[in-house]
């Protein structure tokens, strides 16, 4: 969700002009690629995030996370001209991850730019590059293709070329996925859900050859989670009946929002919205982190009744939480196993877990 994370809840990031409007996420948005896979300057957050899980030549299994976030600080109807490049319009973080389960070793790393001197920065349309900071890219091609070029610390890296093998997923209501009640406090909100993916992995001094899926999430918004929601649950799976399914649970005090939501991808073609009441998620296991103290489950049973799907879900190992500043979460490589319509299914993606740690407040008002 992104997806679904504005993780950039930092006042050091920067603040609007006084009296500066953003645009509200709202209904009516016409959809249009490939010019929405770049940035809209409008909003106050927007993020490209990708998630994979790649198999290595040889044996060996990868997961990754890829992550750019956008923070605006001048409204479009606030950018006077300046002269110094020290003044941004918005300022660029990026969350970079990888998961070697044979290992069980996990990887992250955090980036901070206001690239003033080009080292950080979001594509215009037409461009080659659509978000970038620090060595770190996402990259547009002409035959609609995609690449990746990650660095989560000093040690390892990622790259990879990765294709769609469907059309772009809209979710919500025609693209608007609501998080609270309220005008605005939403997002918009599209998935490439099974991209190929093909590159290598570079960590432990070697280099493998790497083939799996990707998983790209895009939203952007200006508001987002309303006071009492303190964190969410967010899944993606890609199930060998060749079905795709998100879900995210929102959180508030008192237990699950009614703003959760989801879709789910037919194998065949099509989609349905799903709405809180269409499905459940129940948490079961948990670990304890010893860095930060948040207690994660890392096992849940997921089902959508209407659909006769019901999923055990399990991660591939615990160790998967970003200790960062100012926020630290869950993000790691899950697998899963269950029926749907009647028939065994397998699943792999990827868990996010926020507010477990430390309430969030950077989505909210």
């Known amino acids: 969700m992104t997806r679904r994370l504005f993780l950039i809840g930092t006042a050091a990031m920067g603040r609007a002009a006084a009296g500066s409007v953003w645009t509200p996420a709202v209904g009516g948005h016409v959809w249009e690629f490939p010019r929405d896979h770049y940035s809209h300057d409008g909003y ?56 070697d389960v044979r290992a069980r070793r996990f990887r992250f790393g955090q980036r901070l730019s206001r690239g003033v001197f080009g080292e950080a920065g979001f594509g215009k349309s037409g461009e080659a590059r659509l978000a970038w900071i620090e060595g770190n890219e996402l990259r547009l091609e002409e035959d609609g293709s995609m690449k990746l070029v990650a660095r989560p610390d000093g040690e390892s890296s990622l790259e990879l070329e990765m294709r769609p093998t469907g059309a772009a997923v809209v979710h919500g209501e025609g693209g608007l996925s609501r998080k609270a009640a309220g005008e605005g406090n939403a997002s918009l909100y599209y998935s490439l859900t099974r991209m190929a993916a093909a ?78 009441g269409d499905f459940t998620m129940t948490p079961g296991e948990t670990w304890r982190s010893a860095a930060t103290g948040g207690v994660y489950p890392v096992e849940w049973v997921l089902e959508v009744p209407s659909e006769r799907l019901k999923l055990t879900v399990l991660a591939e190992f615990p160790e998967q939480e970003l200790a960062l500043t100012p926020v630290a979460y869950w993000e790691g490589m899950i697998a899963a196993r269950g029926e749907a319509a009647g028939r065994e299914v397998t699943a792999e993606g990827y868990l996010e877990m926020t507010g477990y740690a430390a309430a969030l407040r950077a989505l909210q008002r």
Not at 261 to 275: D, E, P, W, Y
């Open 44 to 99: 106050r957050t927007e993020w490209w995030y990708l998630t994979g899980v790649l198999e290595a030549e040889g044996g060996g299994r990868y997961g990754f996370q890829f992550t750019i976030f956008r923070r605006g600080v001048r409204p479009v109807g606030a950018r006077e001209a300046v002269r110094s490049r020290f003044v941004k319009d918005d300022f660029a973080m990026g969350h970079f991850t990888l998961s």
């Open 199 to 276: 590159g290598t992995v570079r960590c432990d001094g070697r280099e493998r050859k790497v083939t799996g899926r990707v998983w790209l999430d895009r939203e952007w918004a200006s508001n987002q989670l309303a006071p009492g929601q303190i964190g969410w649950d967010w899944f993606s799976l890609s199930l060998s009946d060749g079905s795709d399914l998100m879900l995210y649970r929102l959180r508030n005090a008192s237990g699950t929002d009614p703003f959760s939501s989801g879709t789910l991808v037919r194998a065949g073609g099509g989609q349905r919205h799903l709405k809180s």
